[in-house]
């Protein structure tokens, strides 16, 4: 069965102390690992697509990462702002574009 | 662009009342999605649609309904409301670009409660 799992549910920072966001999937042939950012009330805002292992890509202190079998999104010296619930998803080889399996989510708090 | 628009952004129903949750974008983009979200469950596909006139099913369709007349428009049909579609609904867009697939924009959501 598909499956993509996010850990930590919550995770709680100070400003300026990096760490890392983990999501874990099991799915038969990903064709594309989306990251969301979502604020209270909000619908999901996009962050990062990653199509295979080994890609990387970055965005101020946010960066994604992909392996063959999870992606880490690694924020380096958070900010009060970056507090919201990160979202992780996959389409799956056969999976239709309108077809995203998604993750519970790690609700970021950065406290300052 | 407007992006994703949902309509209503409230809306409290009785039990057996039906209803339809509007969403449109204005992007031309050819993917529409409608997803569910209830808290420690994240978000689940119900229907979504390819194109103008092509719709599917998603994880949890049972109680809805859906068409797709026009490339801008994604409605989705409660025809008899119960407390289990108590949730928060998003309609999400995504477009065609090469080979690969490409991101879902999403729309603000429409809180919905069942009594």
């Known amino acids: 069965e598909d499956q993509v799992t996010q850990s930590p549910e919550a995770l709680r920072l100070q400003e300026g102390e990096s760490s890392s966001l983990n999501c874990s999937y099991t799915?038969?042939?990903?064709?594309?690992l989306f990251w969301y950012r979502q604020d209270p009330g909000k619908g999901p805002e996009f962050l990062f697509t990653?199509?295979?292992a080994g890609e990387e890509k970055e965005k101020e202190r946010l960066k994604a990462t992909l392996t063959k079998k999870e992606s880490f999104l690694h924020i380096t010296a958070p900010k009060p702002e970056d507090s919201a619930t990160y979202l992780c998803a996959v389409i799956r080889l056969g999976g239709s574009q309108g077809n995203l399996i998604f993750g519970k989510g790690t609700k970021l708090s950065v406290k300052p | 662009n407007a992006g994703v628009t949902q309509t209503p952004k409230f809306q409290v129903l009785k039990t057996g009342q039906s209803m339809t949750l509007q969403c449109a974008q204005d992007m031309n983009h050819e993917y529409m999605s409608w997803y569910r979200q209830d808290p420690g469950m994240g978000l689940r596909l119900i229907h979504y649609s390819v194109g103008a006139g092509i719709t599917d099913q998603g994880e949890v369709p049972n109680g809805y309904n859906v068409s797709r007349s026009t490339t801008e428009d994604f409605p989705l049909r409660l025809l008899s409301a119960a407390p289990s579609q108590t949730s928060v609904y998003f309609c999400?867009?995504?477009?065609?670009?090469?080979?690969?697939?490409?991101?879902?924009?999403f729309g603000p959501g429409t809180r919905l409660t069942v009594l």
């Open positions: 990653l199509y295979s």
């Open positions: 799915v038969s042939g990903l064709r594309g």
């Open positions: 999400a867009s995504s477009y065609l670009s090469g080979r690969r697939y490409n991101e879902q924009f």
